[in-house]
């Protein structure tokens, strides 16, 4: 019994494997492209002009659809200082050009460190830290829920994913933080985000209306270098999807597809040569193509930073240039 318990364990398993590793792409459908835009990952790590990095990806390259944090370092600096200069700007140039926003809040947003809690909050016991973390979702759900610019609430980024200076999400609180945004915003779908290749997305991807999921296909680390997602084709994510229906996760779309170099220290630290061996124009090509073929939609890509830096700081227009073919249509 034992070892036709293993023999139909390996086939179940095999055919699984089949069905996500063979490729079904699907060329024809029409993708809504869009992208996360992080003011301080420009402004800070890249030292460029964040509002104008912004109001080039809108009026340069055509950008409609955006992802933006509500950074809570930057909005609560201190206890009950509340600062919201950047974000309404941020907002208001999108919306002056008929754009959309998913706005993410919690203390796990895009961007390395990864976790943007105040250094104030990290004093508290976790109890008040809790407390303060909902204070602060409901001050920015309370003061953006009537901006129709904005079209989905994201509760914390990839919080199943334990990367960044980050302390472990607890799914009961990470619950509790969609119950808030529901109970004073029914009308737009709340959102959360996680891995594609590294997670089974169940743990939290079962208590949202949609979940992000990120597509990386060239990365590295300090022990195996660089390393290619070659075996895994457009069709895998979807077929992913379709298999973990029954346990909770119906919809997806790719709330972050790799579109600029993966480098273990900040990219201006590291040498253009360097940044070509993860990401150059011949990868740029190659991921467009990809993404047209996955079949799934939204898709909002992760790097207009970079591609304004390297046309800016770089004199490496290329990337910038071949980006206008994707939101110019």
């Not at 970079?306 to 227009?317: A, D, L, Q, T, V």
């Amino acid at each position: 019994m034992l070892l036709t318990f293993l023999a139909v364990a390996c086939a179940v398993f095999l055919v699984v494997l089949g069905f996500l590793l063979t490729d079904s792409p699907q060329r024809n459908r029409e993708v809504d492209f869009g992208m996360t835009f992080s003011r301080p990952y420009a402004r800070d790590e890249l030292g460029l002009d964040a509002d104008r990095v912004l109001t080039a990806s809108l009026d340069e390259l055509g950008i409609r659809r955006f992802r933006i944090g509500a950074y809570w370092n930057f909005i609560e600096p201190q206890k009950g200082d509340w600062n919201f200069d950047d974000l309404d700007r941020d907002i208001r140039e999108i919306e002056a050009r008929g754009g959309s926003i998913v706005l993410a809040v919690g203390q796990k947003l895009p961007r390395w460190p990864e976790c943007w809690a105040p250094e104030w909050s990290k004093q508290l016991s976790s109890s008040d830290r809790e407390a303060a973390t909902l204070q602060y979702i409901e001050t920015v759900v309370t003061r953006y829920r009537e901006n129709k610019t904005i079209i989905a609430w994201q509760i914390e980024n990839e919080p199943h994913f334990e990367y960044g200076e980050c302390p472990k999400t607890d799914p009961a609180f990470h619950a509790q933080e969609v119950d808030l945004v529901r109970s004073l915003d029914g009308t737009r779908p709340v959102v959360t985000t996680d891995s594609g290749e590294l997670s089974l997305w169940t743990t939290f991807g079962r208590s949202v209306d949609a979940l992000g999921i990120s597509v990386y296909r060239v990365v590295q680390n300090p022990t195996i270098g660089i390393w290619r997602y070659w075996f895994i084709p457009p069709s895998f994510y979807r077929r992913k999807a379709q298999i973990l229906q029954p346990f909770g996760v119906h919809t997806i779309y790719v709330s972050e597809f790799q579109m600029e170099p993966w480098s273990n220290k900040p990219l201006p630290q590291t040498p253009v040569e360097d940044q070509m061996k993860t990401f150059n124009l011949a990868q740029m090509k190659k991921n467009i193509a990809y993404a047209k073929r996955m079949g799934i939609s939204p898709i909002d890509f992760w790097g207009v930073e970079w591609w304004y830096w390297m046309k800016e700081k770089r004199e490496h227009p290329e990337f910038w240039e071949m980006a206008k073919t994707i939101y110019q249509k």
